[in-house]
């Protein structure tokens, strides 16, 4: 039988990320050689748990609370008192004004990315998405009706390259999504490329005149390490939907919560907040999770024990520099961009599964020549791991 579904949603579902395949064929040799044998650096699931406040919420919640009200429906938007707190929090931090009326709960930065996306397309629009990238965001755009247009950022720091991001603006650009920290590098964009990535989106606006929204995507915001701080992009760009997810910051990914940030200050804020609001609708993601939801007061500004990442980021980022690999040190995330011994890096990963090392070749991330490393993992595999990588590497000093 033919023409039954959808063939791209056929195409989309049939297979597997690269990433998922991974970690499946993971799953295989250790039930093969045994998972102190196998070196599993393939998925950015947080390895250390939730903070206590999670439980404590949870705990309160689940015995105190009105039973009928926490598992409700709440607001297609979101609990009221929720988005209060969201305000209040970004308000305390980042002295941005806003209110309840300029959050949308969601169910994660997936979430909070394909909302955002169909908000905004119009036939024709283009999306700009700054390489390395997570690859998903491919699936999202396309799913918005828009087309995805690649630049490359500097391959010594991951900053952006500015000449080749105006070079990609033009007549369509309609959103430019930038991911800091970022998967899969761990670079921070800094305070200077922010400004300048501004001011070229502020005379693009007006060169074009159109509206160009950065869709800033930061589930790991809070993951940043020797005080690093990263900029409040609404701060610097009013045309931003902030995506926001709690997966990373509370060790929460299966649990499916975060919000948009519409900013009040934003040129024509209520069609931008209507529309996202009629995106959720339309895709089906109306009312966040009541339970979690009514967590994030509980939870709003802590994090997990982040100091494990580091120690993480530390180890294997001083010694795959001592056996001769490339490594810029990421401020951020969890997760280390490789060069490759080779400039085939599905060639090379495919090598590296010889020492049971499962690395993610960079192809997918829109700029090949790389693998990540998620060492959002126990630093106990990491030290086991060591071996394998250092008898990677000499089989290509041979
Ligand atoms: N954006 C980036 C850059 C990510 O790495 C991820 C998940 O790994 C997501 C979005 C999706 O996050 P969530 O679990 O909150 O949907």
Redesign the pocket.
């Known amino acids: 039988m033919k023409n039954i579904v959808s063939e791209k949603m056929y195409a989309l579902g049939s297979k597997r990320s690269e990433i998922r395949e991974l970690f499946e064929y993971g799953k295989k040799r250790i039930a093969e050689v045994g998972a102190e044998n196998v070196y599993d650096f393939s998925l950015?699931n947080p390895s250390v748990p939730a903070p206590d406040c999670v439980k404590e919420a949870l705990t309160d919640l689940i015995c105190n609370g009105d039973p009928v009200a926490l598992h409700g429906y709440t607001s297609a938007q979101g609990d009221q008192g929720v988005r209060e707190t969201c305000a209040d929090y970004i308000i305390k931090t980042h002295g941005t004004e806003c209110s309840a009326n300029d959050f949308y709960m969601t169910?994660?930065?997936?979430?909070?990315?394909t909302i955002s996306l169909s908000a905004l397309a119009q036939e024709g629009d283009e999306t700009i998405v700054l390489a390395p990238y997570?690859p998903?965001y491919q699936v999202f755009i396309a799913q918005a009706g828009m087309n995805c247009v690649e630049v490359k950022c500097n391959e010594e720091d991951f900053q952006v390259d500015f000449d080749a991001f105006e070079a990609a603006l033009s007549e369509h650009t309609k959103a430019v999504i930038i991911?800091s920290p970022?998967?899969p590098s761990g670079a921070v964009l800094s305070e200077n490329t922010i400004k300048k990535l501004a001011s070229i989106l502020e005379n693009a606006q007006k060169k074009y005149g159109r509206n160009i929204f950065i869709i800033a995507?930061e589930?790991?915001r809070e993951l940043v390490y020797d005080d690093i701080s990263v900029p409040f992009i609404p701060n610097y760009y009013k045309n931003t939907l902030v995506?926001y997810?709690?997966?990373?910051s509370l060790s929460l990914?299966g649990e499916?919560i975060?919000y948009i940030f519409v900013p009040p200050a934003s040129d024509c804020h209520d069609e931008v907040y209507f529309a996202v609001c009629g995106a959720g609708r339309s895709l089906g993601f109306v009312c966040a999770p009541s339970l979690f939801q009514k967590m994030v007061p509980y939870c709003i500004g802590k994090t997990s024990d982040i100091s494990i990442y580091k120690k993480n980021r530390d180890l294997l980022c001083n010694a795959l520099t001592e056996y001769g690999y490339k490594v810029v040190r990421p401020d951020g995330?969890f997760y280390l961009f490789v060069k490759t011994l080779e400039e085939d890096s599905r060639a090379f990963c495919e090598k590296a599964k010889a020492h049971d090392l499962l690395l993610v070749a960079s192809d997918s991330f829109g700029m090949p020549g790389y693998c990540r490393i998620s060492y959002c993992v126990s630093t106990d595999m990491i030290e086991r791991a060591l071996p394998a990588f250092k008898a990677l590497a000499e089989e290509y000093n041979k």
Do not use: I, Q, T, V
Request: hydrophobic share 30%; proline share 8%.
């Open positions: 950015g169910c994660g930065a997936a979430a909070s990315l997570f998903e991911n970022n998967n995507d589930p790991y995506c997810s709690f997966s990373k990914p499916r975060g995330a």
